[in-house]
């Protein structure tokens, strides 16, 4: 019972003060959207599988030069035909 006139004292106050209640009930629902949104995202980018046959074969080829790995300046097509010139699986 006490949780019911609680609630009740909420509703009143919020009914008081409409433009507060419109604005938090806005800002809410964004942000319970943008985490859905996300959840969405996450799940489709770590759990499905790829559209490709054979996916689970798909490599990832990287350049180091020193020791260093150039993994975000990507691979140019002259590395990319010396490693596959080299290669002997495919």
């Not at 004292?9 to 985490?35: D, N, Q, R, Y």
């Not at 150039?70 to 140019?76: I, K, Q, V, W």
Request: with cysteine.
């Amino acid at each position: 019972m006490w949780f019911d006139i609680r609630y009740a004292i909420c509703v009143k106050a919020l009914l008081k003060s409409p433009e507060f209640s419109s604005m938090a009930v806005l800002i809410m629902s964004c942000g319970l959207a943008l985490t859905l949104y996300r959840v969405s995202v996450i799940n489709t980018i770590m759990f499905t599988p790829l559209p490709y046959a054979n996916s689970q074969n798909m490599v990832l080829l990287n350049t180091v030069v020193n020791g260093a790995s150039l993994s975000d300046s990507g691979l140019n097509y002259l590395d990319y035909a010396d490693i596959k010139a080299r290669n002997t699986t495919w």
